[in-house]
């Protein structure tokens, strides 16, 4: 009887502990997808007189922005990666197409496409995502968005046009999706900072151009 009381506990002490494992595998944690969303912009103008074309290159990356993972930083040496809150689009995509939008829209170009790898293009912009990251060793939460182009004429292999920008936000709240909401305000201004000299540039030395010199 005693032997079969100790079996029956046992037992029962088995049961129990594979309830409580059960009931913790049933708590999964599952991950959290962001995107940034910049606004919706306007049917691009007639690009009258326009006969340059641009082709955009995919852009570059560090590989740790490449992981999938939203990243911070606890001081500038030390790279932190969250476990469960990730972007549902690869970054490099996300900064390709809202540069070729951008350009498109400014009327500046005849026409502006992603670049496959054809000559049929008289310029090709190259670009690099340096940094989209959370930042919390400056005081307070901040993130920081930092973007790098150059564009090279196909005709001769030489760089025309090159620009860098770095932007600061202040997060107003200690949780990711207010950090995501800040990367994607300060990555709407970062990459109108980069474009825009650009596209006034062309349009600028256009007029220059099609301005006839006096006799």
């Given at each position: ?7 029956a ?43 340059v ?34 972007w ?49 060793y ?27 920008v ?27 900072k ?22």
């Open positions: 009887m005693v032997i079969m009381r100790r079996t506990t046992t037992i029962a002490f088995c049961l129990a502990v594979l309830v409580i494992l059960s009931g913790c595998a049933i708590r999964v944690r599952h991950a959290n997808y962001y995107t940034l969303n910049l606004p919706v912009l306007p049917d691009p103008p007639a690009a009258e007189n326009a006969r074309t641009l082709a955009i290159r995919e852009f570059r990356a560090p590989s740790y922005l490449r992981q999938g993972a939203i990243v911070y930083r606890t001081s500038p040496e030390q790279i932190g990666f969250y476990s469960y809150h990730r549902a689009m690869d970054p490099r995509d996300f900064v390709t197409n809202s540069i070729i939008e951008r350009l498109r829209v400014s009327g500046a170009f005849a026409r502006v496409q992603t670049y496959d790898g054809s000559r049929d293009v008289d310029y090709v912009l190259s670009g690099h995502l340096e940094k989209l990251e959370e930042l919390d400056q005081g307070g939460v901040k993130v920081q968005v930092a973007i790098s182009a150059e564009v090279t004429s196909i005709a001769t292999g030489k760089t025309v046009w090159s620009n860098a770095s932007e600061i936000g202040d997060v107003d709240k200690r949780d990711v999706p207010a950090v995501v909401s800040e990367m994607n305000r300060t990555m709407e201004r970062a990459i109108e980069l474009v825009t000299p650009l596209s006034s540039g062309w349009a600028e030395r256009r007029a220059q151009i099609e301005v006839p010199s006096p006799k």
